[in-house]
Antibody
Framework: QVQLVESGGGVVQPGRSLRLSCAASGFTFNTSGMHWVRQAPGKGLEWLSVISSDGTNKHYPGSVKGRFTISRDNSKNTLYLQMNSLRIEDTAMYYC??????????????WGQGTTVIVSS | DIQMTQSPPSLSASVGDRVSITCQASQDISYFLNWYQQRPGKAPKLLIYDASNLETGVPPRFSGGGSGTDFTLTISSLQPEDLGTYYCQQYSDLPPLLTFGPGTRVEIK
């Protein structure tokens, strides 16, 4: 079945880096755009990034641009999120999700269960 | 950037009630809007895409409408499993820039 499994979360000190991974299965990964979305404890959803199916196009909101980098390895069916200069306010559940559109970015039709990142000294 | 608002922030209704949630965009987004359900402790789930299209497998008691700046998600007959938080999300903004609404929490009386 279609599945996304995130990993790489944990406790990290402010200013440090962390790389999240998302393993995809059950669909043709190299034909799908992919997103990262996060949710701080008790808060709403925040879109973080999208990457095109071939990895050439990447987009971010201003809140994380320059600190977070999305990438993918289609040979491994895996999506990544490199997070640098982490702040307390980056503490959240991080979800990867599949883009449902073809050729542009509309929304997410498949979601992983998330991985927790806690930024704390 | 396009801002999204939702109302009410929360609601409590009985099983069988008709429930409506509204979402407003800060500028015209045509029909470029999705709705998601997030049950407690779970990942979000796509319910409605392109403002009014029901995602495969979603019960027909869910419906979406609206265009431009004002949108509505309606649950025609609330069920216990509909407990959770509902989010709208726009995809009109460029370069692209996706934005979620703040969410509406639905409780069962």
């Amino acid at each position: 079945q279609v599945q996304l499994v995130e990993s790489g979360g944990g406790v990290v000190q402010p200013g440090r880096s962390l790389r999240l991974s998302c393993a995809a299965s059950g669909f043709t990964f190299n034909t799908s755009g992919m997103h990262w979305v996060r949710q701080a404890p008790g808060k709403g959803l925040e879109w973080l990034s999208v990457i095109s199916s071939d990895g050439t196009n990447k987009h971010y909101p201003g809140s994380v641009k320059g600190r977070f980098t999305i990438s993918r390895d289609n040979s491994k069916n895996t999506l990544y999120l490199q997070m640098n200069s982490l702040r307390i306010e980056d503490t959240a559940m991080y979800y990867c999700a599949r883009e449902y559109g073809n050729g542009w970015y509309f929304g997410m039709d498949v979601w992983g269960q998330g991985t927790t990142v806690i930024v704390s000294s | 950037d396009i801002q999204m608002t939702q109302s009410p922030p929360s609601l409590s209704a009985s099983v069988g009630d008709r429930v409506s949630i509204t979402c407003q965009a800060s500028q015209d987004i045509s029909y470029f809007l999705n709705w998601y359900q997030q049950r407690p402790g779970k990942a979000p789930k796509l319910l409605i895409y392109d403002a009014s299209n029901l995602e495969t497998g979603v019960p027909p008691r869910f419906s979406g409408g609206g265009s431009g700046t004002d949108f509505t998600l309606t649950i025609s007959s609330l069920q216990p499993e509909d407990l959770g938080t509902y989010y709208c999300q726009q995809y009109s903004d460029l370069p692209p820039l996706l934005t979620f609404g703040p969410g509406t929490r639905v409780e069962i009386k």
